[in-house]
Structures are given as C-alpha cells and as structure tokens.
C-alpha cells in the first residue's frame, strides 16, 4: 500500500523478472488492463488518504473505475508535457514592492511540478486556508487537481515532503533580496509554506498596502506620452495606466471608468493627437469607458506614428520657391494660416485643428491621421520621385519639389507660417 501509482509499472517488470529455474507457467504475468485497473485504485486509495476519508472498497464502482481511469492518463500526460516544455523560474524578488508579480509567476511555476502520490500540483502547500471544512470537502470540483488544492490535509509524510519541495524551489529565488532574513528561520524545517506565508504577509501588510496605493497614483500622475521618445510608446503609456488601475482594483481602492478617462487624456500632449482628444471629449461612450476610450486613442496614435514625409526631411519650413526667388504653387494667406486652393487643383488639404477658415474657398480639411497608411505610402512614394527627376549632379534640386506636388494632386506642403510639421497639406 506504500508504493504511489507512478511506480506500479516499475513494480510489474520487477516482479517480471524471475529466474530461469521456475517453470514457464508458474511465473506471475501482470496483463495491461490489470496493470492499469491496478494503478486507478492506487490514485484513488491516495485521493482518499489525502482528504482524510476511511477507505471503502465497495466505494470503487464502474463509474468511479472510469473516473480514475481518466485521472491516471491526465496525470501521464502531464509527465510527458513536462519533459519537453517547462515554466521557468520566476526573476529573482530583489523587492518586497515586486511581490505581486512575483507570487503570480511563483505560483505558475510551482503548478508545474506535481505530488508523487496524488498527483496534484504542489500550488495547494501554499493556499490561502489550513484546515479542510466539511463544506470543502463536499462540495463539486471542476476537476481533481482543483478538488485537492481545496481538500488535501496540510499534515502527514506527504504534505511534509511537498513543503519541502516548494522550500527548495523557493528560497533560491528570495535569497539575495529583501525576503532573506525572512525566510531564513525555516531553514532547519524546510518549511515551504510558512516561509511563502511569512513572504506573503510582509508584502501585503499596511504599510505595504498604502505604498502600493501611493506608488499606484503616482504611475498615474507621472505617466505623459508626447510622441518624441521612441523607448516610450503609446502602448507602454497605456500599460502604465492598466498597471496602476489593477493595482488599486486588488487593494478595493477602484477608479471609476470616467476618472481613469481623464487621467489618461490629460497624461497625452502629443499635438499629433489632438483632433482625437476633441472627438473622445464630444464622445460620451469614450468618456465612461476606458477600454473603449484607450482602443479609439491607440488606433488614433498608430496612424499618428505612420512614417510621414516630415520624418525623412521632406517637408520644408520656408515657402516652394525657384532659384530667382519667385513663388509658386497655391497662394499663401498667412493671416489665415492656411493655402488657397487652385482653381483646378482636386487635392485635399490636411491641417491641424487650429486652422481656421477663409476666403476665398479652400481644400476640404480632413484630420492627418484619418488617412489610410495606404494613401500616406503613395504620398510619399509620389514626393521621392519627383524630388529624384528634380535632382542634379552635384545633389542640389532646381526647384522645390513639393510645388509639383501641390499643384497636381496628392500634396505635401508644411505651411510656412507655423514651426514645421505642425501643419501637414495633402
């Protein structure tokens, strides 16, 4: 009764080998389906004896034979799962701070090692409850690894080995941090699951509570996305808030949806966004609902960000000019801050939400990043071949590629009144 059910098949090709001199009939043979039959009402001796319940044979019925039967091939399955993909370890708990992800990485690690007798992962030496109540063990589980998490005994010689696992697996993982002098008093026991516990508490005390709060608002207050740093995108921005909105969420200090709202729009100064800062501030569905809010901003962000003219020097900051000094392409009205459409011109003219109306009539004005990457792509492409036909030898242009741009089409123009790129033209 002593030997788990992972060690029956080794037991059967022992009991196998006996010496030539026995006849060939009188040697024990041990058929597949008894050998399996046997291993099923092992997992289920063990799954009693880890509940605490007495033992019953006539308990082992048909239905509780296939239950087992299933058990046992799950459990193989997980063995070979095992050998060729493995959790690895969690980094290492410098900080007291990082214990949340730590516990969450710890735990996944820990699932995957199992109980030689039982086969449940080792996560139930740490859960949150000692003792099994009556309620525990009556109740109806998803599965068996889930029963026992809840109803195994935190005593005995198999609880003992266990919490020496999870010991070995752990203290490695917090010795060169905070959590040393922590759990250096179960060294002599190889006590797993205090040791954790003591980890546990430590980092999720009062005073460990409000720092996280602290900490928590002030990723909130700190976060800015401005668009010029590339180690810093807007996804990152956004994860700073969903980072801190989770952390108060786990304390019972949440936000509500119109707060995180406006704490993420005032954090965004990019100019490139501001036409999608106005339609979020009209947009009452936006304005209640983060999710739907940060999805509209990071669509409007991406476009933003899509390689323009302006980011390969394209764009100039003085106004289209040929060598003696004449003008051409579409009238300026810098008093307006705006480009008077041609008569003939079909093009569309793209410009910042500051730009304001006048007279006479002027391209339709359509927000930048309202335009497709495919229209920007052929954009660029048309600018970089008329500025290669306009290049001469010695590298200079004879005349400013962006007037056969302006006056033929697709149009790229920076207006010369304003600090170059703040107004795109197309």
């Known amino acids: 009764a002593t030997i788990p059910s992972i060690e029956i098949d080794e037991m059967v090709k022992s009991i196998s080998k006996v010496p030539s001199t026995i006849p060939r009939g009188a040697a024990p043979t041990f058929p597949y389906r008894s050998t399996r039959n046997l291993k099923t009402l092992r997992l289920w001796i063990d799954y009693r004896l880890l509940r605490g319940e007495p033992l019953d044979a006539d308990a082992f ?17 997980a063995k070979d799962t095992l050998k060729n993909i493995t959790v690895p370890a969690p980094p290492p708990l410098a900080n007291l701070e990082d214990w949340d ?48 998490y809840n109803t195994a005994l935190l005593v005995g010689p198999v609880f003992t080995e266990n919490n020496r696992q999870v010991y070995n697996l752990l203290k490695p ?15 002599n026991t190889a006590n797993g699951r205090n040791a954790f516990l003591a980890i546990k508490a430590q980092a999720e005390g009062t005073a460990a509570t409000a720092t996280k709060k602290t900490r928590a608002y002030a990723y909130i207050r700190s976060a800015e996305y401005n668009g010029k740093s590339q180690r810093y ?16 969420e786990e304390l019972n200090e949440p936000i509500a949806e119109s707060k995180k709202v406006d704490d993420f729009m005032k954090g965004i ?24 809010c940060a999805q509209y901003m990071k669509t409007a962000a991406i476009r933003s960000t899509i390689r323009t003219p302006d980011d390969r020097g394209a764009l100039r900051n003085v106004a289209p ?41 002027l391209y339709p004005l359509t927000p930048w990043v309202e335009l497709s990457a495919i229209r920007l792509e052929n954009i660029e492409r048309k600018r970089d071949r008329r500025e290669q036909d306009l290049t001469s030898d010695d590298g200079t242009l004879s005349e400013d590629p962006d007037y056969f741009v302006n006056h033929f089409g697709d149009v790229i123009y920076c207006n010369p009144n304003t600090p170059r790129g703040d107004n795109h033209w197309t």
Do not use: C
């Not at 917090?174 to 179960?186: L, T």
């Open 61 to 77: 019925d048909a239905p509780r034979l296939q239950t087992w039967s299933k058990r046992s091939e799950a459990i193989e399955s």
């Open 101 to 148: 992800s730590f516990e969450d990485l710890f735990l996944t690690y820990l699932g995957q090692y199992r109980s030689i007798v039982g086969g449940m992962p080792l996560t139930y030496v740490v859960r949150p409850t000692q003792e099994v109540t009556p309620e525990a063990l009556n109740a109806v589980y998803d599965d068996i690894d889930t029963d026992l």
């Open 173 to 187: 993982l917090v010795f060169d941090g905070q959590a040393r002098y922590i759990v250096k008093p179960f060294d």
């Open 233 to 248: 995108s807007f996804d990152q921005y956004l994860e700073t808030h969903q980072k801190a909105h989770a952390i108060l």
């Open 269 to 292: 100064t990019d100019p490139r966004l501001s036409t999608a800062k106005q339609i979020v501030d009209s947009d009452q569905e936006k304005l209640t609902s983060f999710a739907a």
């Open 321 to 361: 000019s040929w060598k003696d000094g004449s003008r051409h392409g579409p009238p300026v009205d810098r008093t307006a801050n705006v480009i008077v459409a041609p008569a003939v011109s079909t093009a569309v003219a793209v410009a910042s939400i500051t730009t304001t109306p006048a007279t006479p009539p």
